[in-house]
């Protein structure tokens, strides 16, 4: 029973350039959530997404970053034109969804670094 | 002023002492309350979650949570060196609501 997945594990970027990372969810979950996560900082939280539908976007910064998740394949956390301040490890988790929203699943993130 | 506080330590104990970690909150429509685990470099690891106010014990830990004062707790007995991380206190309106995180409690355990 495979947990959350999510790649790569690692990622290196040029600034200006464009991040792509993946989040294949628990099998069941129908919910996707991402978050950054700064050193020596908590979880931020980014966009809720349900399949083919964002319910939450309300932690995503206006400019460059874009999530999906479609209705096959995984969901994906772009970044467009990264810069340095963009640096941070992601982290995606699943849940159920509905009233076990709460019930959260992480997977081992994604260490985003910008050159 | 955040929705969440959590002291972020860090916190140190000797093995085999009961650890009290806290969060205390300021949204009144919070109802459900989580604790995650995370180890350097890893993932959180969901511990334990409580539907409002009351108790809930799960072997070493139990989570307890006043809504009256809005103050969530865990304990952890008989704490061991394995216990180390960043214990990080969650919470949730519940339903299609996102889910709030403390900035987390880093804990050491020492043999």
């Known amino acids: 029973n495979a947990g959350v997945m999510q790649n790569p594990r690692h990622l290196v970027r040029r600034r200006g350039q464009e991040a792509r990372l993946r989040c294949s969810p628990m099998?069941?979950?129908?919910?996707v959530y991402w978050y950054r996560q700064l050193p020596e900082e908590g979880l931020k939280f980014m966009v809720y997404?349900?399949?083919?539908?964002?319910?939450?976007e309300s932690g995503m910064p206006k400019e460059r970053f874009s999530a999906e998740f479609p209705k096959e394949g995984p969901s994906i956390l772009r970044i467009q034109q990264v810069v340095r301040g963009d640096s941070a490890a992601y982290f995606c988790?699943?849940?159920?969804?509905?009233?076990?929203?709460?019930?959260?699943?992480f997977g081992p993130g994604t260490r985003l670094t910008v050159t | 002023q955040k929705e969440v506080e959590q002291d972020p330590g860090p916190l140190s104990v000797p093995e085999g002492a009961i650890v009290s970690l806290n969060c205390t909150y300021s949204?009144?429509?919070?109802?459900?309350f989580m604790w995650y685990r995370q180890y350097s470099r890893k993932g959180p690891e969901l511990l334990m979650y409580?539907?409002?106010?009351g108790n809930k014990e799960d072997g070493r830990f139990t989570a307890q949570v006043d809504k009256s004062s809005k103050y969530i707790s865990l304990f952890i007995r008989d704490s061991q060196p394995s216990d180390s991380a960043t214990y990080l206190c969650?919470?949730?309106?519940?339903?299609?609501?996102?889910?709030?995180f403390g900035t987390g409690t880093k804990l050491q355990v020492i043999p």
């Open positions: 409580t539907y409002s106010s």
């Open positions: 997404l349900q399949k083919e539908n964002i319910i939450d």
């Open positions: 949204n009144s429509a919070f109802q459900y």
């Open positions: 969650a919470m949730s309106e519940g339903g299609y609501q996102k889910v709030t």
């Open positions: 988790a699943s849940s159920p969804g509905g009233q076990g929203a709460y019930e959260q699943y």
């Open positions: 099998k069941g979950h129908s919910h």
